[in-house]
């Protein structure tokens, strides 16, 4: 139950973004609703990369040792940039 803690504030932080987005490309045109074609496609990419970002990050938060060879060679590849 605490884990669901953890990415209430992710969800909160992508809303926000997404809503700050939504406002920008909203009144822009006449494709879909108001968006213009490109703010449109803009918007859509937008909230599928945030979907896919959230529904990472909920499973690095409920299967961390899923990632643990992601994050050794993250430390690897850190190491090697030296000072």
């Given at each position: 139950?605490?884990?669901?803690?953890?990415?209430?504030?992710?969800?909160?932080?992508?809303?926000?973004?997404?809503r700050?987005?939504?406002?920008?490309?909203?009144?822009?045109?006449?494709w879909?609703?108001?968006?213009?074609?490109?703010?449109?496609?803009f918007?859509?990419?937008?909230?599928?990369?945030?979907?896919?970002?959230?529904?990472l990050?909920?499973?690095?938060?409920?299967?961390?040792?899923?990632?643990?060879?992601?994050?050794?060679?993250?430390v690897?590849?850190?190491?090697k940039?030296?000072?």
């Amino acid at each position: 139950m605490w884990l669901l803690f953890l990415l209430l504030p992710l969800a909160f932080l992508l809303y926000a973004c997404g809503r700050a987005v939504y406002e920008i490309a909203w009144g822009t045109g006449t494709w879909w609703g108001e968006f213009s074609l490109r703010w449109g496609v803009f918007f859509l990419m937008f909230a599928l990369s945030e979907g896919v970002l959230f529904a990472l990050s909920a499973w690095a938060v409920w299967r961390p040792q899923d990632f643990r060879p992601l994050a050794q060679a993250l430390v690897r590849g850190r190491e090697k940039l030296g000072a």
